[in-house]
Structures are given as C-alpha cells and as structure tokens.
C-alpha cells in the first residue's frame, strides 16, 4: 500500500485557497486513478485506488492543517507504512506561483502541516516524499509582505485557478511516476521547471 496526502483545510471556506492546493491535488488525482471513496476514515477524506495493479490510498485530512499529522499517522500505523510510501502534496511559500518542486525528506521549512506529520510520525521518519506547489508570497505597496497566516487562507483568484489547473495535471503525473518508483525521473521532469 502506497499513501498519498493532500494538505489543506476542510470546509467550503477554505476550499480554494492556496492552503488548499494539496486537497485539489487529490481531487484531481482520485478522479484520474478512478478512486472509490471518499469515506471518512482517519481523521479524513478516503479513497482507496490502484495504478499498475498495486493498491494506492489518498487522503486528505480533515483535522485542519495544524493537526494533519494526526491522520496521516493513523493511516501509517494502520497500514504498517514505511515514510517512503507516504507522498504529502502541500503548499510552499517559498516558491514562485505555480512552480513545483520535489524531494524525499528534509524538514518543514515552517509549513505547519509538515510540522505536525513529522511531530505524529515519530523522530526519524520524516523521510517521506514531498511535491511542494508554490504560492509565492504577496507584498503590500509598503514592500513589505503579506503576511503568510493571511495569506494562505485568500482564495485563488480566477487567473490563478485557470493557471493551476495544467499544474494539478502534471501534479499527478508526478505522483503516478513516484508511486512507480521512479522518484529521480519525477524529479528530473518537475524541478527545473518553473
């Protein structure tokens, strides 16, 4: 079994902003994968899926962002998951708009979510996969930036959704070449674009 998690808040407040990217990227990839689901099970939205005959779980929190390592370690521990069979989908602030990049382990950079799953998890097993979805960061006409609780939770305008949506596919594509075992040719595609 393979888990995949999208990161977001529930609830139709929060359901297009950019906290929420991780929660469209399982969207987009349950309806590719044909996924049964969701249930609530774990904490959170359910589904359960399978890419090349091998069973794919997808799962997107609904204990709010901060606590999202609550579900996700419910899910590890239930299906005896190694983190190399975790991918977290979640937002960065630290990249452009709309780029995406992606890498196996390291720390949570400040990203709450990233945070409570390391904290759930345990010491030593932050060695999951990450596809990180940039979201920039926006400056006031002070120079100084918005800042970044508030600006999270704003919701995608229009331009930015029509923008997102070619990036959820190739989001996707990511996660069935990573699901595959072929984190290194994900990350040759993705990690230079944008």
């Given at each position: ?81 190694e983190p190399t069979d975790i991918i977290v989908i979640h937002d960065e602030l630290d ?100």
């Amino acid at each position: 079994m393979k888990l995949v998690v999208g990161l977001g808040n529930p609830g139709p407040k929060y359901e297009l902003t950019r906290h929420n990217v991780g929660f469209l990227a399982i969207d987009r990839l349950a309806e590719k994968l044909g996924a049964q689901g969701p249930v609530q099970k774990f904490q959170g939205d359910f589904y359960t899926a399978k890419l090349n005959g091998e069973p794919v779980a997808l799962l997107k929190p609904q204990t709010f962002m901060n606590l999202s390592g609550r579900s996700v370690a419910a899910a590890a521990t239930f299906y005896k998951l190694e983190p190399t069979d975790i991918i977290v989908i979640h937002d960065e602030l630290d990249l452009a708009p709309m780029a995406l990049r992606l890498k196996t382990g390291g720390g949570p950079g400040g990203h709450n979510g990233l945070k409570s799953i390391d904290e759930s998890l345990g010491s030593g097993r932050s060695g999951y996969h990450r596809i990180r979805v940039g979201i920039g960061q926006r400056l006031l006409p002070t120079g100084r930036r918005v800042p970044a609780e508030q600006y999270v939770l704003e919701p995608y305008g229009d331009d930015e959704l029509k923008a997102l949506d070619p990036l959820l596919g190739e989001v996707a594509d990511a996660v069935s070449l990573i699901l595959r075992g072929e984190m290194t040719r994900a990350m040759n595609l993705y990690n230079k674009k944008g």
